[in-house]
């Protein structure tokens, strides 16, 4: 069964860089792509980006600037970096699988999901 | 800048058919994917392509999606399903998600 774990600091300060890890098991992360999403306490959620197996990556326009997604495929794991945090940083990290879709990627849904990890971002 | 809007809650009595909308332009034209959440858990993908249900996920979960209204019904709610919902669909290249939907049964 996939799953899907991240790792990461829980306290950061402003204007630091923020370095989350999702390590896959259970599964290979070839032929899929994967997304990072979060959720700031109590509120909705907002995707991030995504990367492909083969290295193609697709931000949200609203955090393109300021977020680098990469791929380790040996060690089965992908990571997000987001420059420059604020408190509007804080929320829980998620990775997940996905958009899975037959084509185009863009119509996909996220079919498994990582248990979360809270990032808090004070001064 | 495109939106998907929910309601913010719903209340449904056991056993009764709860329905949850998502909106927005034109929404029939894209594909929804429907998510439950409940407290201090990750989201669960509950509906894909409109109506498609996940292996593992109970036939009392159905979706549609027309004009401008995608919808996620609940057929016979049971107290499990009080969970936060959310709708997700893809605006060009970015994956938006609905405001969210607090369901309560009682």
């Known amino acids: 069964q996939l799953q899907l774990q991240e790792s990461g600091p829980g306290l950061m300060k402003p204007s630091e860089t923020l370095s989350l890890t999702c390590s896959v098991s259970?599964?290979?992360?070839?032929?899929?792509?994967w997304s990072w999403i979060r959720q700031p306490p109590g509120k909705g959620l907002e995707w991030i980006g995504y990367i492909y197996y083969s290295g193609t990556t697709n931000y949200n326009p609203s955090l393109r600037r300021r977020i680098t997604i990469s791929l380790d495929t040996p060690k089965n794991q992908f990571s997000l970096t987001l420059n420059s945090v604020t408190a509007a940083d804080t929320a829980v990290y998620y990775c997940a699988r996905g958009p899975v879709s037959i084509v185009p990627a863009t119509t996909g849904w996220f079919d498994a999901w990582g248990q979360g990890t809270l990032v808090t971002v004070s001064a | 800048s495109y939106e998907l809007t929910q309601p913010t809650s719903v209340s449904v009595s056991p056993g009764q058919t709860a329905t949850i909308t998502c909106s927005g332009d034109?929404?029939?034209?894209?594909?929804v994917s429907w998510y439950q959440q409940k407290p201090g858990q990750s989201p669960v993908l509950v509906i894909s392509?409109?109506?498609k249900r996940p292996s593992g996920i109970p036939e009392r979960f159905s979706g549609s999606n027309s004009g401008n209204t995608a919808t996620l019904t609940i057929s016979g709610t049971q107290a499990m399903d009080e969970a936060d919902y959310y709708c997700?669909?893809?605006?060009?290249?970015?994956?938006?998600f609905g405001g969210g939907t607090k369901l309560t049964v009682l």
């Open positions: 034109r929404l029939g034209d894209k594909y």
């Open positions: 259970g599964g290979s992360i070839g032929d899929y792509y």
């Open positions: 997700q669909a893809w605006e060009f290249s970015t994956a938006l």
């Open positions: 392509q409109d109506s």
